[in-house]
């Protein structure tokens, strides 16, 4: 089975249904409605017992109960936009400009950008590579975000007790 979760007017139902039609898949697209995302919102701070970091959480909440209704372990495409570049607005902007923290700030952050220290301080060990903006990005992507994005697949689909499985990030030689 695959199963695919996004709003009316932003998801990626399409493709995602082409490639379960191509693995001759069961394929579930799921509409979430946004009228519920406070109240998950305010189910998943209360259980985890911590604020959440993306908006993303609570919709991985909410795909994970409704695949605990047939499974209990999935397959997760996490890492896979880290590793092979896919977000395509930060690492195009990577791959074309020189490394600079305001422009950084502006692709990578959805706050108020006012905490540049923070991100500097963040970014300080691959500030070496600053001469090669996309090997500094990706390298950042592959170590820093990738493991917050796993910590929140795992308490966001554990919540449903349904295990995360992260098949693209299963061999640590992708870091080097």
């Not at 082409?18 to 579930?28: I, N, P, R």
């Not at 690492?91 to 502006?106: G, K, V, Y």
Request: net charge negative; aromatic share 16%; with cysteine.
């Amino acid at each position: 089975n695959t199963w695919s979760i996004g709003f009316d007017n932003n998801n990626e139902f399409y493709w995602a249904e082409k490639v379960a039609k191509f693995l001759k898949k069961k394929h579930q697209s799921i509409e979430y409605n946004s009228d519920k995302f406070l109240e998950h919102l305010k189910f998943m701070v209360l259980n985890l017992k911590k604020p959440l970091c993306v908006p993303n959480e609570v919709l991985t909440f909410y795909l994970s109960g409704q695949i605990k209704r047939e499974n209990t372990v999935v397959l997760s495409g996490d890492g896979a936009d880290e590793i092979f570049l896919g977000y395509n607005r930060i690492f195009n902007w990577s791959f074309n400009n020189p490394f600079d923290l305001e422009d950084f700030d502006n692709y990578y952050s959805y706050g108020s950008h006012k905490d540049n220290e923070i991100i500097e301080y963040t970014l300080d060990p691959y500030l070496k590579y600053k001469n090669n903006n996309l090997k500094l990005i990706h390298k950042f992507f592959c170590e820093v975000h990738l493991e917050n994005l796993l910590l929140i697949l795992d308490s966001s689909t554990m919540l449903n007790s349904v295990e995360a499985r992260v098949p693209f990030v299963d061999s640590p030689e992708i870091f080097n």
